[in-house]
């Protein structure tokens, strides 16, 4: 059984040392708007989830927002790692490069052109092929929400022109 004091104790130790909670991040602006992603992106998807979970208002006109997100190019690559003398494939490189940059409505820059580069190991065998697309699949979903908190952050981070 755990006594009292040393829950105490640690309860205090947690509190005097800085410890807090991640809390919603604050915008200076109330309303974004996205452009330039494939109609079918799932990174815009994601992003679109990400940022109806805030108090900002996605604007479907870019023109008519604050702040406006503009992918620059979002691709996604595999690559051969580790490969066999008889040529099958042990080890997969997956890639999800984004480029975006940040701006008013009217043109103003705020963020120039960022590139996020993420990438993942992923091990193969052909006995288990199935198993592997699914945790290929699960990767670049991870990738996806890292890229994606990563834009958050930067947009919690702006600053608009006076």
Sequence with gaps: ??????????AAALAGCGF????????????VGLTGFRSDSPFAVELRRQL??????????????EVVVEALKETRDKLVVVSTSAGQVREWQLKLDVDYL?????GDLLLPRTELRLTRELTYTETQALGKEQEEAQLY????SDAVALIMRRLAAVKLPS
Aim: charged share 30%.
């Design 141 to 144: 979903r991870a990738m996806q």
């Design 20 to 31: 807090e909670l991640r809390k919603e991040p604050e915008f200076q602006f109330h309303v």
């Design 52 to 65: 109806s979970r805030t108090k900002l208002t996605l604007q479907p006109d870019p023109n008519k927002a």
């Design 102 to 106: 940040l701006r008013t409505a009217q």
């Design 1 to 10: 059984m755990i006594d009292r004091r040393a829950l105490l104790l640690g």
